[in-house]
Every structure is written in C-alpha cells, then in structure tokens.
C-alpha cells in the first residue's frame, strides 16, 4: 500500500521536527538552528544540528541527516510506512492509501463485529441479560460507561442463524467467534460479558468475554485474524490517546475491568495488553503518543516478576518507563474504591524508574560477590544499549551506587563493553567498494537546490541531465533516484529518509541558502554539462590513433575550457 506524496506533504507540513527530536535529544538553540548531542553515535562534544526552518537535521560528527521521517525511522527503527503513521498519529492527520485493497473476508468479519457488538448490547439489557447486569452494576459500573465501552452480554443459548443466513461459513469460522458442532454453528462466547477490543481507529477488531460465573479462564479473547494480532494491539488505546497527550503520560494496567474503571475515576490514559506480555511493538505504539510509560503491577511475587522480565523490552526500544506496585491483595478497582482518584494519584507518585529498580532487585537477591557481579554484567550489558550519553551516564552513576563499586572503573567497562559491541557490529558488515570517483561540490550541490525548488521547476533543471555526468557514482546513483521520483510526480523531500541519501545531502541541504537558489542550481547544471562535454573530449582524444582527428578534438576541447574560465570569472 504507497502512501500518496499529498499525505506525505501534508504530514511533514503538520510535524514539528525540533519536538519530535527535543523529545528524545536536549537541545539548545543556536542562531536559526539548535544543537545537541548526536543519538546515533557518542560524542562528548555536540555535534548534531537541526534547522527547524529547512526540516532536517545533520550530525556533522558521523554525517547521519534528513528530514523528519528518516529521524523517526532512524531513531525507533521503524520501517517508512511505520515512521509516516507515527507522525500522522502524533499530529492528527488522518492516513491514506493509494490501492489499499481489504480482503472481503476482512471487511466481512469488521461487519460481523459490529453487528455483534449491536446485539450484544441489547442483550445486555433484556431479559436475558439480567443476571450479566446485575453483576455488572455491583462492580458499579453506571451504564454511561458501560455504553462508553460498548459492554454487552451473550447467554449461553443463542440461537446464531441469522448470522448463518447473512455471512458465509468461512467468515464466522475464520472470525474465530463461532465454531462449528453436532447442532451447527455456535457462537464461542457464550454466557460471558462481552467487551469489544478496538484498534487505535476505534474499528471493533476482537472481543474479549469475560467470566461472571468464576468459570475458567476469567477472560478469552478473540484469536487472531486478518484484522486483529494481540501483539499490536493495546486495549482502550482508541479512547486513551487523547488522554494521553493531554497528561504526557499512559498508564498501562492488566486487566480490561481495571481500565474501564480507571476511566470511569478520571484515569482516561489507561491501556491494557491482550492477555500478553508487553511486546516490542506495543512500546513501538505507545512512543507514537508519549515518550513517558507507567506500568501498574499487583505488589506480589507475581507482579515483581512481570516488571523484572518486560525491561529487555524496554531497553530495546530505547524506551525507560516507571513501574508502580499496589499495596498486596489490592487491585485497581478495590484501591480506587477505597482510596479514591486522590489516594491513586499519590500511588503514582510512588513510581520507581524500572531500570534503577531491577537493579536494586538484583543487587538485594544477590547473596555473594559473585551473583553481585553476575547482576551487575546484566545491568551492565542493557546499559550499553542505551542510546542517550546523559541517560548511561546518569544510570551508570546508579549502578555503581547499588553495587558498591567505583564510578570510574565501571565506566571504563561500560566504555569498553560499547567498544566491543560496535567492533562486532562493524566485522559483520558486508565489505563496500569504495571506488566512488572523484567528487565535485557542484556535484552534490545541483541535487541539493532540486530538494529546495519547487518540483515543476526541479523536474525542468533535469532536463538533458544524466546520471553519467556525475562522476561521483554514488552521488550518480542518487540522482536517478530523484529522476524517477521526480518524474513520477511525488515529493522527492520522501528520499531523505532513506539513511544513504540524507547522509549524504543533509549537510548540503541544510547549507543551501535561502535566497538565489534559482541562481544556484543554473550555476550548478552550468557545471555539470560542461565538465560532462570536458570528459567526452578527453576521452576521444585518448582514444583517437593521433593526427588531424586529435589535433581538432584538442582545439575543440582547448576552446571549451576558456569559455568555462571566462564564464566562472564574468561569475566572479
């Protein structure tokens, strides 16, 4: 599915690069620009520039650049598509697709979903609901918020024809809510409260039946489809979202019933997980809308446990969230009724930074020196990973606090621990030919003003251009890039995501002044075709057998090179 280039602009014209990047990296503003220092490699002295005014940024220490998209590509390792609809999410523009085709087995099952969630509902509020209402009203749920959730209710005889009438078999099969038996097709949730599971859309994707009975277990949810994959999907984030950005921070609790009742007591930028551990890409889903994650655990064994193991996670997604532990035997709902929104609110204060806290974890199970050191190698190796030098610095000082030993011998080891990990990465690289050929600036600078003129105008100062005047190759390479970008009538600012092209533009682009661009790029394709003309001769006369033939070429050649020094001093 392409994303069209209008929805590309437009993002880019909605994003704001200087937040998205002060979001992850400090930056201080100098002149037009800010600086700061680079994520993408350690440095002690700042070298990593970004011009909100041109939309990209630079690190002239290891030459990483382009425009936002490649940030977010870069910096969350999201694939385009993935980066595009980041921002879209972060700034609300609504995605589009050019040849978006659904299967009809997915628009199907969407329809049965709703359909679903309708009669579920009524249900709800029949006869036949009685009992799942009543259950529902002792836990005090009022029924605006029962409606809010779209909480319903299925008996156990339920008689599925008319859905058996409506959708073919496969449909109600692969939606995996039915199933077929002795006395035909049966609707797999029967005799639970049914709470629909919507995407970050507010499409109904799944449904999870919950248990009003003490049968086991107390939840099944949907299994996957088409539509629906437990690891990417995180419950109420459709109506969290906005909470979300409006308190800088999501909760993220375990259970379905703990969400709609945080909701219901002010706690709207509450989510939970499908019945999962917290996955890579559910953390992925969430720095969309805040880089600030609070995880609510149960105060037991269990609880400790689930907080220890989800920090690989964490750390892998250069993500370091806060944990918070309810006092024991206490859940969500029974501390909100007894402590209220207040009470809950100073329970947040209570968070614990998740790595510091496994650490001290670590640190208090070990019961030697050795399981100390052992503790410490694991904290250790994580620690390499992260990607902010204030934020290793910062946990590095933690660390040797926890574990008693000294600040400079376990940066040193940190230090060396990166070294190595970097020189592992490098020897697994597959080796490049570096025969580039020899690099003009006016080279780089042509394709750098096409970036800044407008497209009808960039598209004309190709025209007779070929890749073969280039003769950097790489630099050759880009270009027919921007050829067929060009010419297929997108938004060639989309190739500065690509990590080669902005590595190899950004520093150009962002140099490229302001006024007399036109100017620029005229001068720059001057160049261009006559050097091109210079190398064509050159060549001829290499490869001519002498006489007449060569003395004309070089008379010719000889002629050309005064009129380019003639041009660049009348420039001059």
Request: charged letters at 30%; aromatic letters at 10%; proline letters at 3%.
């Amino acid at each position: 599915m392409k994303i069209p280039s209008s929805k590309i602009d437009e993002i880019l014209e909605a994003s704001d690069i200087y937040e998205i990047i002060n979001d992850v990296v400090p930056l201080k503003k100098l002149g037009n620009s800010f600086k700061g220092l680079c994520p993408f490699h350690s440095e002690k002295t700042p070298s990593f520039n970004v011009h909100p005014d041109k939309g990209f940024y630079h690190c002239f220490g290891c030459g990483t650049g382009g425009n936002i998209i490649s940030f977010v590509m870069n910096y969350y390792s999201l694939p385009f598509p993935e980066a595009v609809r980041f921002l879209a999410d972060r700034y609300g523009v609504e995605m589009e697709y050019e040849g978006a085709e659904v299967s009809q087995t997915a628009k199907d099952i969407a329809a049965l979903h709703e359909e679903l969630v309708l009669d579920s509902r009524r249900n709800l509020y029949s006869g036949i609901g009685k009992e799942a209402l009543t259950y529902l009203k002792s836990r005090n749920f009022s029924d605006s918020l029962l409606e809010k959730f779209m909480v319903g209710w299925f008996p156990q005889k339920f008689d599925t024809e008319k859905y058996v009438r409506k959708y073919d078999k496969s449909v109600l099969i692969n939606s995996g809510l039915f199933k077929e038996g002795q006395f035909g097709m049966r609707l797999m949730f029967f005799d639970r409260v049914m709470i629909p599971v919507r995407g970050v859309s507010g499409r109904t994707i799944a449904f999870s039946g919950r248990t009003i009975s003490g049968q086991m277990p107390k939840y099944i949810n949907s299994p996957e489809t088409e539509i629906f994959k437990k690891r990417k999907v995180l419950f109420n984030l459709d109506h969290a979202k906005e909470h979300i950005r409006k308190k800088g921070h999501v909760l993220i609790v375990e259970g379905y019933f703990d969400v709609m009742r945080l909701h219901d007591k002010g706690f709207g930028n509450s989510v939970a997980t499908m019945g999962t551990a917290l996955t890579s890409d559910h953390v992925a889903l969430l720095k969309r809308f805040t880089e600030d994650i609070y995880m609510l655990y149960d105060g037991d064994d269990a609880g400790y446990n689930s907080a220890l193991k989800s920090l690989d996670v964490f750390v892998a997604a250069d993500s370091f969230p806060s944990v918070i532990f309810l006092p024991k035997d206490d859940d969500p709902d029974t501390f909100l009724d007894r402590e209220g929104a207040e009470g809950f609110e100073k329970l947040l204060e209570t968070r614990k930074d998740l790595f510091v806290f496994t650490a001290e974890t670590l640190a208090e199970a070990a019961g030697d020196m050795n399981s100390s050191l052992r503790a410490l190698e694991r904290m250790k190796q994580l620690l390499v990973k992260v990607k902010s030098p204030y934020r290793k610095e910062h946990y590095a000082d933690k660390l040797a606090e926890i574990f008693n030993v000294g600040k400079e011998i376990l940066k040193k080891d940190i230090d060396l621990s990166a070294a190595n990990n970097s020189l592992k990465i490098v020897s697994k690289r597959p080796v490049r030919n570096t025969d580039r050929g020899t690099t003009y600036i006016y080279e780089r600078e042509f394709i750098a003003t096409l970036f800044k003129l407008p497209e009808d105008v960039a598209l004309m100062q190709t025209e007779n251009i070929l890749p073969e005047f280039f003769n950097d190759k790489k630099l050759a390479e880009i270009y027919k890039k921007v050829l067929d970008v060009l010419r297929d009538g997108d938004n060639i600012s989309v190739l500065l995501c690509s990590p080669d092209v902005g590595s190899e533009l950004s520093e150009a682009v962002i140099k490229m002044p302001e006024t007399d661009i036109y100017r620029l790029a005229a001068a720059a394709r001057e160049k261009l075709i006559s050097n091109s003309v210079m190398d064509t001769l050159s060549k001829a006369i290499q490869q001519s057998d002498g006489g007449a033939d060569a003395r004309e070429l070089a008379i010719i050649r000889f002629e050309q090179a005064r009129r380019m020094m003639h041009k660049r001093n009348s420039e001059d």
